[in-house]
């Protein structure tokens, strides 16, 4: 459970309540033998929620884990992380790995999410171009969830990050 209420908490920015509900997830985890992406994602979630409270990054890097157990959505965490924390070209390189997954299992959720963070990314680093093409990738995928779940996405598109997502990107 605290591992759902530390992403529910970061999708609200409510910073604070992620960096306890996460450090739950990450102390057992530690004993571990094999760390796993649960452990990773709730390493990104504190990342992300000490830059959105202003604090230096903790001096710990991630955990690394086997490649096959990195998730698309450990992707999203770990580019949302790191564009808090101001490290565009990782963050951006994060996106492009992710986006680079979507033709095995597509979906326009995933890709609007994942492509308005590189966007804003390549932006920060100084690439309009890029920034651009991103953006209306973003823009096109979001357009598809808005047309598949119609009224539900009014309410989906006012979540905090979300909501932060596409000014980052400009987009509407």
Same mark, same amino acid.
């Given at each position: 459970?605290?591992?759902?209420?530390?992403?529910?908490?970061?999708?609200?920015?409510?910073?604070?309540?992620?960096? *306890?509900?996460?450090?739950?997830?990450?102390?057992?985890?530690?004993?571990?033998? #094999?760390?796993? #992406?649960?452990?990773?994602?709730?390493?990104?979630?504190?990342?992300?929620?000490?830059? *959105?409270?202003?604090?230096?990054?903790?001096?710990?890097?991630? #955990?690394?884990?086997?490649?096959?157990?990195?998730?698309?959505?450990?992707?999203?965490?770990?580019?949302?992380?790191?564009?808090?924390?101001?490290?565009?070209?990782?963050?951006?390189?994060?996106?492009?790995?992710?986006? *680079? =997954?979507?033709?095995?299992?597509?979906?326009? =959720?995933? =890709?609007?999410?994942?492509?308005?963070?590189?966007?804003?990314?390549?932006?920060?680093? *100084?690439?309009?171009?890029?920034?651009? #093409?991103?953006?209306?990738?973003?823009?096109?995928?979001?357009?598809?969830?808005?047309?598949?779940?119609?009224?539900?996405?009014?309410?989906?598109?006012?979540?905090?990050?979300?909501?932060?997502?596409?000014?980052?990107?400009?987009?509407?």
């Amino acid at each position: 459970m605290a591992f759902l209420r530390a992403l529910a908490a970061s999708e609200r920015h409510d910073f604070t309540a992620v960096t *306890g509900d996460a450090r739950k997830v990450i102390e057992p985890a530690v004993s571990a033998k #094999t760390p796993d #992406t649960m452990q990773s994602t709730a390493e990104a979630l504190i990342t992300r929620a000490r830059a *959105g409270l202003r604090l230096p990054p903790d001096a710990q890097p991630w #955990t690394t884990i086997a490649p096959a157990s990195v998730t698309r959505e450990l992707r999203y965490w770990r580019s949302a992380a790191l564009l808090a924390q101001g490290d565009a070209p990782r963050a951006e390189a994060e996106a492009d790995a992710a986006l *680079g =997954e979507l033709d095995r299992r597509p979906s326009a =959720e995933f =890709e609007w999410r994942i492509a308005a963070i590189g966007s804003a990314a390549a932006r920060r680093r *100084g690439d309009s171009a890029k920034a651009d #093409t991103m953006a209306a990738r973003a823009r096109t995928a979001l357009q598809a969830v808005r047309d598949e779940w119609k009224t539900d996405a009014v309410s989906y598109e006012r979540r905090a990050d979300l909501a932060e997502w596409k000014r980052l990107a400009g987009i509407s």
